[in-house]
């Protein structure tokens, strides 16, 4: 996934994010940031907005290699009022992560997660 490309479930109401279930037989990249739109970065996804009050979903990657570069991100998230999801990565090869490329899992202060 390139330039900004994104895999994402989101959800901004009431309810869950859904799961990101992946299996790839070779590399999975995410590299880099749309030229058009400064900002918006390559990424894998699943989030619940500070309106939401659902589980942002797991993310389950399988793959021969991981690379995250410039600025690319695999990421759950919640700013709402319910849990992040896990992010589990099963590698049969190398994880790369290079120039801010990032894994993360956030949950806003003072909510579960």
Do not use: H, W, Y
Request: no cysteine; glycine share 18%.
């Amino acid at each position: 996934m390139l330039a900004g490309a994104q895999l994402k479930t989101s959800i901004f109401g009431d309810g869950d994010a859904g799961d990101i279930l992946l299996d790839v037989t070779g590399t999975v990249r995410l590299d880099g940031m749309n030229a058009a739109d400064p900002g918006f970065f390559s990424a894998i996804a699943s989030s619940v907005g500070p309106e939401g009050s659902g589980n942002s979903g797991d993310i389950r990657l399988v793959a021969q290699r991981l690379e995250i570069a410039e600025g690319a991100f695999l990421s759950s998230g919640n700013t709402g009022g319910g849990e992040t999801g896990s992010i589990i990565v099963t590698l049969q090869g190398p994880l790369l992560m290079a120039e801010n490329g990032n894994i993360i899992a956030t949950t806003l202060e003072g909510l579960s997660g």
